[in-house]
């Protein structure tokens, strides 16, 4: 029996080039070292080592899913084990809402479970996806808008800032107000970047043929994760003091023009 990838899992970037070959020699040497887990005819986890286990001519094994969500299994099989960026997180996230909510079953395929990921606001998504609501919110633009488009950025063939611009062409507008807050600040960034070097460190420890290369980078990424933690600390602290100082002086400025406007009063 052939399996084909679940829908879902196709928002998920495949491994290629030198990745794949890798993985398909460490297979041919040492057998599959964790089973396919399918559902109804579909792999739910485990497509790349699949695909490994067929180019290496070894048996793939299987495990039948028993959970209670297929949805929610994908996600956590699959969106954090990975070297992801925060845009292609944020529009798998965003994909995945979409997707489901157009199945009559909270969106998984051949099951009559009920199951549903809790995925209604922005907050719940960007919780989900481990990014900024600001990023969240650009990639739920990109979904709602153009749904392959939203796939092409969670699969890395394009970015999320590029697919903004695809969505939403530049156009001439006048500078935002002092007071409004840019789309996507320095601060989303850096969350952004410590939120990836996290999960970089994750994918790292769970790769024991790896151990010993991936240790020096362990303590590298660490390092800066700190630095960052740190920058974004520092950031935040200046950011909030800009803020109170302008509130501030708007206030005493309202108050000023007030004066002014009692003085040219007529008595």
């Known amino acids: 029996m052939s399996y084909k990838l679940h829908p879902l899992c196709t928002l998920f970037p495949r491994i290629l080039d030198e990745d794949f070959i890798s993985l398909t020699q460490d297979i041919k040497t040492h057998g599959l070292r964790e089973p396919i887990t399918v559902h109804g005819g579909f792999i739910l986890d485990g497509g790349n080592r699949y695909r490994a286990c067929i180019s ?6 299987f495990v039948d899913f028993s959970g209670d969500s297929i949805t929610s299994f994908i996600l956590s099989a699959n969106l954090h084990r990975r070297h992801l960026t925060a845009g292609q997180r944020g529009a798998i996230v965003a994909s995945v809402q979409d997707w489901s909510k ?5 969106g998984d395929v051949k099951s009559d479970q009920s199951a549903r990921l809790h995925l209604e606001t922005v907050a719940d998504r960007a919780a989900q996806s481990g990014v900024s609501t600001r990023t ?24 999320l800032p590029k697919a903004l611009e695809q969505i939403s062409p530049p156009k ?5 107000e002092a007071d409004e807050p840019p789309e996507y600040t320095e601060l989303d960034a850096a969350h952004d970047h410590i939120s990836e070097l996290q999960d970089i460190i994750a994918v790292a420890h769970e ?5 010993e290369l991936a240790a020096n980078q362990i303590a590298i990424l660490r390092a800066e994760v700190k630095t960052l933690t740190g920058n974004l ?20 400025t309202k108050k000023l023009e007030k004066d002014i406007k009692k003085l040219r009063s007529p008595a």
């Not at 157009?102 to 909270?106: E, R, V, W």
Request: glycine share 4%.
């Open 172 to 176: 001439e507008t006048p500078e935002p």
């Open 207 to 211: 790769a024991p043929e790896n151990r």
């Open 102 to 106: 157009a199945q009559p079953h909270g």
């Open 233 to 252: 600390k520092s950031m935040t602290d200046s950011r909030d003091e800009w803020q109170n100082k302008y509130a501030f002086q708007l206030n005493h």
């Open 56 to 61: 290496a001519g070894v048996e793939p094994v």
């Open 136 to 159: 969240q919110k650009q990639a739920d633009k990109v979904a709602k808008a153009n749904p392959e488009l939203s796939a092409a950025v969670a699969r890395g063939e394009t970015s």
